[in-house]
């Protein structure tokens, strides 16, 4: 749905219960903010370029933030919210400027606050197909998405639904994490810990089992003995000999008993260590699931993205960024970046300084937007210009973890 109008209550869907039922039984609302989530509203916010980026839930009274980007609010009123309007639409709904829509014009969030002028929200459905909330993007000027930045929404929208069904179901995507377990259980590297943490149990077993033998053995020969000295001298105490027995008997069943315990320790030990090994699979599993998701929904996405680490090493590099630059990423000293790929300043002919390179600017923890720079370099011999926007990723718990950069050809506009 293009454009603003916000529906009263009267125009919402009709089975308004059903759908307030399938909000509810996400069990989500007003519950602590999950990485999950915020993961996604993050990529959001990078991707787009925006400043904020929220996934919604919207139940009678009000929007309610389950993860938010750039925006301190966890929740809003309902009526007359820029959410409510997705609510009757079966689509994108897009206000490229608020200020100039007069349904959104005297929006709290448009006449003052935050100055929002764009708008963009995709519903997000239930797992019974239900709108239960949006994935939406806002910004403080005027923009409109076009075709490729509008499918690369629908993407991530539908990341945040598997999110969403794995609440509502406790599962989640099964065939595909089942397979991501399957072959993370057949790298060779795990496969050879595993058999010599089984292998070592095993061998410990063995050892108990072997030392349980001999003590038995040896108390065998204590009763052996005690008989022996009996017989050869009938004149001896019989207290004495009876004692040996009884302390040879003894002796057996604590041998036995000690050989049984440690038997069934070492085999709890193994079904601990298979149960933590299984749940460890499913971990890296549902993280490879989710990164391989997030790796295609990133070279689906017309703009470059490029993102590094602390150290300024390059992590991400998207199919995007290599069209537009020329070249792929590269293991090389980050401060050789500006040399190998060719940057040079908006003149073409100033190489650029290691400083100004946007992707050094934002992991030094400036906001870079629309930066112009040319890149030449021998794939790209003519030389393109192109437009860098960038910013720090930061942790789940706030610590720098690296940076991003979105880079689009703007060669038209020269």
Sequence with gaps: MAGGGIRDNSAVDSNEERRLASVRALGLLDTPPEERFDRITRLAQRTFGVPIALISLIDEKRVWFKSRAGLAEAEMPRNGSFCEGTLAGDGLMLVPDASKDPMFAAHPLVAGGPKIRFYAGQPLQGPDGEVVGTLSLLDVVPRDLDIEQRRALRDLTGMVQEQLAASGSGGGAPDEHARMVARLRETPARRALRRNVRAGLLAAAAIVVIVSGVSVFQTRRIVAEADAISAAAPAAPAGSVDRMRTASRFLRIAVLLRGLVALALLGFVL???????????????????????????????????????????????????????????????????GRIYGVYLPDGVTPCPLEKLPLRRALAGEAVRDVELVVRNPQRPGGVRVSASGSMIRAADGSPAGAILVIRDVSDRA
Excluded: C, Y
């Design 271 to 337: 079904r601990l260590f298979d149960r933590e090994w299984d749940a460890r699979l499913s971990a890296d599993a549902a993280v490879e699931v989710e990164r391989s998701r997030l790796k295609a929904v990133i070279d689906g996405i017309s703009d470059g993205v490029v993102a590094a680490d602390l150290n300024g090493r390059l992590t991400l590099f998207n199919h995007a960024a290599e069209r537009i630059i020329g070249m792929g990423m590269i293991e090389a000293d980050p401060e050789q970046f």
